[in-house]
């Protein structure tokens, strides 16, 4: 017979989060840079009364379980108090990217049938453009108070604070099943329509568990965290859940991510952890090497989102930052991977040890993964057969949000990219199946071939596309971006190759241009290169 344990049975919940941050980090502080302009401070016990006051007053604008709130917000403290006041309550924290187009941002309101949503004060002219487009919405939340309020709007505005403060805020976070939903993101739909990946109170929390681990993002109440990650991508990979439940000072940048502000904030605040996609780091790199400045307590950093360019891992780690190389996506919650090395790694010499640093890493516990080839045949782990990622774990997507089809593959979902996986089980990415490029039947990774461009001193930034060649059918062109006051040819950037990569990965011209369009999330737009390119005539066609 079978014999079941005895140990409480308690549900998985996001409120268990905040609550715990309260009552055993009560005085840890959350620092956040407002929209208003000014810094602003307080404590894990005042963000958790504030969190229970909005689920009042979410109660009172007769907000039901289950009913997706959106917002439209930078990272700071009432962004958090959302985060916690929505899915807390039985509802789902929907955060929308203010960065897309707003006939995208209208798509997505309706699609996930928004009853309300709140926003920065920012984004007032998003809102007004947007408003007439979403009829289902019952109200627009304008995050800030009374004094900030605008004088005029082409919507009808609720205040946030005016909503807190009709709430006394005597509230008990309601216990349900884990298994219910608690917030929703959507793809950036770089191809077609956006897609909601629709999170669980108990996928988030064992993400949250997972992410926090010494061997991912590797989080501690020692620290001082700053997600430069946007809250409204991919719930800036789950660090507004994971922090507080590590009881971590939390520093929030709002809509200042320049390096010049970036680098006040982390100094001011002593910030010793930090996260964000490649394009952000390269902004403060450029800061702070312009003007020979050190970082005073900035000891690691977690760079995911696009692959981390060797020469940004080895500039940072002058700067005495340890790169944290990780990769995951939306449909993840959204971390797959880190890359630590394992205990055998130290003694080796730098450039082996780099180049392990390099890979996007090894799983964490909880996701599983393979490699596969186009019959579906799993592929052996040598570190040199590549092909397609799939995954499976519980903080990984069943099925898309109001959407029938399932995505999965035998029960494994297809991440879109491919991959080799080496015996130690690090994984490395070789490229986005829709920007690998295929000279001649045989593939060249864009990745490696931009990795190599950014080691260039001249090069600012550099993407690497296919470009038609009537014998290869696909042939790599380079675009790059110099730094300002930089020169470089197109001879000397080619000859930069040489010894490098194979000689027919070797792109074939050098397009310089003065700006690379980026998504909403800040990664190089590839699909909108390759248009701006598509008739693009190689000098060796
Ligand atoms: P989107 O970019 O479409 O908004 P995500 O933000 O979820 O979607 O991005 C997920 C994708 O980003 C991954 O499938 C992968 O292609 C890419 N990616 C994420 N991290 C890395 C990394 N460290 N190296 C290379 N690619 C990465």
Redesign the pocket.
Known sequence: MALMGQMMSAPLLISSIIKHAARYYGSTEIVSRRTEGDLHRYTYRDCELRARKLAQALGALGVQQGERVGTLAWNGYRHLEIYYGVSGMGAVCHTVNPRLFPEQIAYIVNHAEDGYVFFDLTFLPLVEGVAPHCPNVRGWVAMTDRAHMPAESKVPLLCYEELLDAQDGNYEWPQFDENLASSLCY??G?TGNPKGALYSHRSTVLHSYASAMPDALGCSASDVILPVVPMF??NAWGLPYSVPLVGAKLVLPGPKLDGASLYELFEQEKVTFSAGVPTVWLGLLQHVQANQLKFSTFRRTV??????PPAMIRALEALDVEVI???????MS?LGTASKLLAKHHDLPDAERHKIQEK?GRVIYGVDMKIVDGEGKELPWDGKAFGDLLVRGPWIIDRYFRNDVSPLVDGWFP???VATIDADGFMQ?TD?SKDVIKSGGEWISS?DIENVAAAHPAVHMAACISAYHPKWDERPLLVVVKKPGAEVSREELLQFFEGKVAKWWIPDDVAFVTEIPL?A?G?MQKLRLREQFKDYKLPTA
């Open positions: 793809t950036s770089t991508h991919v760079i995911g989102g696009s692959a981390a190389h990780a990769w995951g996506m939306t449909e959204p996007q991440t879109g990219d990415i986005r990745i998504t999330t990664k």
